[in-house]
């Protein structure tokens, strides 16, 4: 898609205006990199009607032989504006009528644009089928919608696509091959860093549990601690609690907390500090030992 659409600007760089009569023209005349530039600037200028329109005379009269790159951006606008089934029709209807070509560069334009499932619904049967690329030395639909599901993260999907591309018996150089050990590679280091991030999270999920069970300890001592419990909450009730809040806030390598963590966190030190006041206050307030009533 980049080439198609990186192409006119090369054509008309250095803020050169399009002469947009004169691309009619060459469009029409079936010049398709005209068609892209008028395209482009019906989108720029706000007309996306205009523009679609432009696409898919491009797409359909001035397709350049053995590819469908003229209907990226077709495509790529239409899905934008939610009419991609209706102008993927037309190409759809070769595919199944037998045109397996078509089949094969229709799925790669949904890549493109990423729509992975429309890409497997025409790549995956013609990688099963044994499909070759038209292109002298060109990756086949198996490798194109491995790449594809390794680009979303569908990683096990992946891996079996690059089985199917890679022969042992013609040697590990081939794509399919080399791409199926940076899967491994890739699976291994995305492992890695996920273990580290779960513990990180499981150590800061155990603070933020020490924390709320604090807050419930605290109110047990409260009501049954006593003279020493008012003393405690008094003096180190907010040392404790404060200082697992400022490990739980300032825990190394931590993850987005979610809103309803920070609200319990608040309501904790609220309480806490509440009850250390009160504290306070109920031991200012009582007789010394041995005072008699």
């Avoid at 560069?105 to 990423?114: A, D, R, S």
């Avoid at 022969?167 to 199926?180: I, K, N, V």
Wanted: hydrophobic residues 40%; glycine residues 8%.
């Amino acid at each position: 898609m980049l080439l198609c659409l990186l192409c006119p600007a090369y054509v008309w760089s250095d803020g050169e205006e399009l002469d947009t009569d004169q691309a009619r023209q060459k469009c029409f005349q079936g010049k398709t990199i005209y068609c892209l530039a008028l395209g482009m600037a019906e989108e720029k200028a706000g007309h996306p009607e205009r523009a679609l329109e432009v696409y898919r005379s491009a797409c359909k009269k001035h397709r350049t032989p053995g590819h469908l790159r003229a209907c990226t951006p077709l495509l790529n606008l239409a899905r934008q504006m939610d009419r991609l089934d209706a102008e993927a029709a037309p190409l759809e209807a070769r595919c199944r009528q037998g045109h397996t070509i078509t089949c094969f560069y229709l799925g790669k334009e949904y890549l493109k644009i990423v729509e992975i499932e429309k890409a497997a619904r025409h790549l995956a049967p013609l990688c099963r089928s044994g499909f070759r690329s038209p292109v002298p030395d060109g990756y086949g639909p198996c490798y194109h919608l491995a790449k594809g599901f390794e680009q979303t993260g569908q990683w096990r999907r992946a891996r079996e696509l690059f089985q199917l591309d890679c022969d042992p018996a013609a040697g590990t150089e081939q794509p399919g091959c080399l791409a199926l050990g940076e899967l491994a590679e890739l699976e291994t280091a995305h492992n890695h860093l996920r273990q580290q991030g779960i513990r990180k999270l499981i150590a800061s999920e155990a603070v933020f549990l020490f924390i709320v069970l604090m807050s419930f300890l605290h109110i047990g001592i409260w009501f049954k601690g006593g003279i020493w419990g008012l003393k405690y909450l008094s003096r180190w009730a907010p040392l404790v609690i404060w200082s697992g809040a400022m490990a739980w806030i300032y825990w190394p390598g931590k993850p987005e907390y979610p809103p309803n963590q920070w609200a319990v966190i608040f309501f904790v030190l609220l309480l806490v500090m509440g009850m250390a006041g009160f504290a306070y206050r109920n031991l200012q307030a009582s007789p010394p030992p041995g005072a008699s009533g």
